[in-house]
């Protein structure tokens, strides 16, 4: 049984619905000037040093002036900053939205064109994964970007109590999390599996950063391989704990094989004592709710649904655990909203 938590107030969200014409066009415009910004580095800048230049910041990242001086005005529109001549300085919503970033990455930037054709999808005329892509570089820095501001503290304090020698994660990425996680415990080893051969190949420059070399060994391979066609991945069974971030609903995508997912990774990592687990669910609705929207959610849920990839509730992905085989030691809410650390044991 999970443990009771209160959820994090932020989850409840702050955007009044119903969004009246005037809040969702600005919010529109102002989701791509806030990317672009990010993209240009300007919160880097004012985070450092509080305050910028426009003229020296143009010439220093070569950006065509009136392009740059508009993107600001905008965001001075918006309330994102003061600008006063060539000065700029960060309002506190703009301070605010630092810890917020990645989700304008992951939106704007990893799926805009899958929200631009939504039309399309629902007529027919394209079909995601054929001939309509996410953008997956912008896709991992988005999450790679929420992990670190609103995630990472909450893992280290989970995994901080348990022992182990040898760490697996599943879509590792570029391998910096179990990097991160194996340089902090001495003595142990990690194995980060991904699909994608330019992440696994950027891994080994992660690994190297760490100074992990033999230590971590990043691998190019399809978890579902591993899972139902029996692919063997060198000192993968010896895991004490297998980790996967965001990437469960991934796996129980296939509806044939979606209860075979939990007691496959049993047996594919037969010494792990520890899986830990984590995936933005669907937000819970209620009559007499309060009508506010938290950042994320609504995007979630319908960047999944147009590339139809079902998601769960907490309650769902509990249930699932269990008719898998997995003893559920706590559930975590993990910093983005309705999204939750599952903390899990092989009963």
Known sequence: MSS???LPAEWQGQALT?????????????????HALEQLGVFQQLAA????????FCEKNALDGAVFRSLVQAAESF???DVHGDRVQATTVSEDIARALGFFTWGVGGYHDVFANAAPLARGDRRFGADLH???AMVALGSAQADTALMRHILDEEIAGIDFRT???LG?????????LVKNRPGSRGVGIDISRPATELAHRTVAKYGLDGTVQPVCADVLDILFKEHEVDGSGAADIVMSFMFLHDLLADPKRREEVIPRLRKAFPQAHTFLLADTTIRPRSEGEDSRLPVFSSGFELAHALMGVPIYTREEYEQLFQRGGMQLRRTVPFGAPHT????????
Do not use: K, M, Q
Request: glycine share 6%; aromatic share 12%; hydrophobic share 40%.
């Open 167 to 169: 760490l697996v994660d």
């Open 172 to 180: 590792a990425g570029v391998s910096e999390r179990v990097s991160r």
């Open 18 to 34: 119903p969004l009246n014409p005037d809040t969702a066009f600005n919010g529109y415009i102002c989701a791509h000037v806030v």
């Open 340 to 347: 939750y650390l599952f903390v899990l044991e092989a009963s």
């Open 4 to 6: 009771a938590y209160a």
């Open 49 to 56: 040093d509080r305050t910028l230049d426009i003229s020296s």
């Open 134 to 136: 996410r953008d997956e």
């Open 79 to 81: 309330g994102y900053l």
